[in-house]
């Protein structure tokens, strides 16, 4: 089975600074998707970026990139000049490309505060 | 983008009593289904998978006969909570991946279901 894990609960950061967010995971497939979900206070889930494991180039979505470590199972996202509204919980999660069933696996996530 | 809606938003009712929680795809079909449960800070748990016009499949350790659910149509797919208990408050949120789709899953904007 794969599992996520996301080891600080919290983090903080200051207004237009940039702030990056650590998962790693661990799998036997050789093919999957990584993403991030971002999860204001309204509680709505936003997906924030996808990576799919064949693709050796990083993710970029604007102000928002990941750094994709296939061997080492990682998977960082950073947010760049960080606003107010980036302040929201963050899960990293997988998912196997192969079935029409296969479910998101979520990381435990961490709670981003921004610092005016 | 792909909508999700979820119905009510907000839920009190008596303990002992049934809760339906209504999840509808607007704007496209929706083969797959899942159902989340979310305590809050932690993370979302999969209660259930469904597939429209088949039974739901569950995760170990939730109660079928408790979470009943029932993916009628390609756009509608219903949680229902049998005799709540207050142990049952939590939010719950829906997701829809489309037909054909490889990646995307949508989710809706949850439901907060308080039990007295």
């Known amino acids: 089975a794969q599992t996520v894990t996301q080891s600080q609960p919290e983090m903080s950061v200051q207004e237009a600074e940039t702030v990056t967010l650590s998962c790693t995971y661990d799998?036997?497939?050789?093919?999957?998707?990584l993403f991030w979900y971002k999860q204001p206070p309204s509680r709505q889930m936003i997906l924030v970026i996808r990576?799919?494991?064949?693709?050796?180039q990083n993710a970029t979505e604007n102000r928002f990139s990941v750094n994709f470590q296939k061997a080492a199972k990682s998977f960082s996202l950073k947010i760049s000049d960080s606003q107010l509204g980036d302040a929201a919980m963050y899960f990293c999660?997988?998912?196997?490309?192969?079935?029409?069933?296969?479910?998101?696996?979520f990381g435990k996530g961490i709670t981003l505060s921004v610092r005016p | 983008g792909a909508v999700v809606s979820q119905h009510p938003s907000r839920v009190i009712c008596k303990s002992g009593t049934s809760v339906k929680i209504e999840c509808r795809s607007l704007?496209?079909?929706?083969?797959?289904m899942f159902w989340y449960r979310q305590f809050p800070k932690q993370s979302l748990m999969l209660m259930a998978t469904?597939?429209?016009?088949?039974?739901?499949?569950?995760e170990q350790g939730v109660e079928k006969d408790k979470f009943l659910i029932n993916h009628a149509s390609l756009t509608l797919s219903t949680l229902t909570v049998t005799s709540a208990h207050p142990e049952d408050s939590s939010f719950y949120i829906c997701?829809?991946?489309?037909?054909?789709?490889?990646?995307?899953?949508?989710f809706g904007p949850g439901t907060r279901l308080t039990v007295l």
């Open positions: 469904s597939n429209e016009g088949s039974k739901a499949t569950y």
């Open positions: 997701s829809a991946r489309r037909a054909g789709g490889q990646f995307e899953q949508f």
């Open positions: 999660a997988y998912r196997s490309i192969t079935g029409a069933n296969s479910k998101l696996t």
């Open positions: 799998t036997s497939e050789s093919d999957y998707y």
């Open positions: 704007d496209f079909q929706a083969t797959t």
């Open positions: 990576q799919e494991a064949y693709k050796q």
